[in-house]
Every structure is written in C-alpha cells, then in structure tokens.
C-alpha cells in the first residue's frame, strides 16, 4: 500500500495473543523512530500488565490509567 508516498503495511487484529505474540516482538526487533518508541513502550508495559491479568483489579487499572495519561499527544 503507498500513503502520501511512503510504503505502508497495515496489521489490524483484535485479538491480544496476537499482539502479545507478533505485534510486541517485532517492534522489540525493529524499534520505532523518536517519541513513538516510549509510546511502544509504554504499550509493552501495558500488555504485561494485561498478560498477567491484573488489569481485573482496581491497582492494575489504574496502573494503566497513568501509563495512558502519558501517551501520544502528552508526549514531546
């Protein structure tokens, strides 16, 4: 796919284990550019979070709540 000029490849799923499994790994080999990189991150630490199934209690939804507050447009 070409997007205002640039080759683009687009993955779209749903389904964690796929994140967890493809999307988290390729982007730990293959870091991403500038602010974009702790966004990932960030991401990442989320995904653990969820991994371990403490985004069911109220510390680890919190957990995620701030590492959100600090994502995309809050970032330099």
Same mark, same amino acid.
């Given at each position: 796919?070409?997007?205002?000029?640039?080759?683009?490849?687009?993955?779209? #799923?749903?389904?964690?284990?796929?994140?967890?499994?493809?999307?988290?790994?390729?982007?730990?080999? $293959?870091?991403?550019?500038?602010?974009? $990189?702790?966004?990932?991150?960030?991401?990442?630490?989320?995904?653990?979070?969820?991994?371990?199934?403490?985004?069911? #209690?109220?510390? @680890?939804?919190?957990?995620?709540?701030?590492?959100?507050? @600090?994502? $995309?447009?809050?970032?330099?």
């Amino acid at each position: 796919m070409q997007e205002k000029g640039k080759d683009v490849v687009r993955y779209r #799923t749903d389904n964690f284990l796929h994140i967890y499994e493809n999307i988290i790994p390729f982007f730990s080999n $293959n870091a991403l550019q500038s602010s974009k $990189n702790q966004n990932y991150l960030d991401f990442s630490k989320v995904s653990e979070i969820i991994k371990s199934k403490s985004h069911l #209690t109220e510390q @680890g939804a919190n957990e995620i709540r701030l590492i959100k507050s @600090g994502m $995309n447009s809050k970032r330099i």
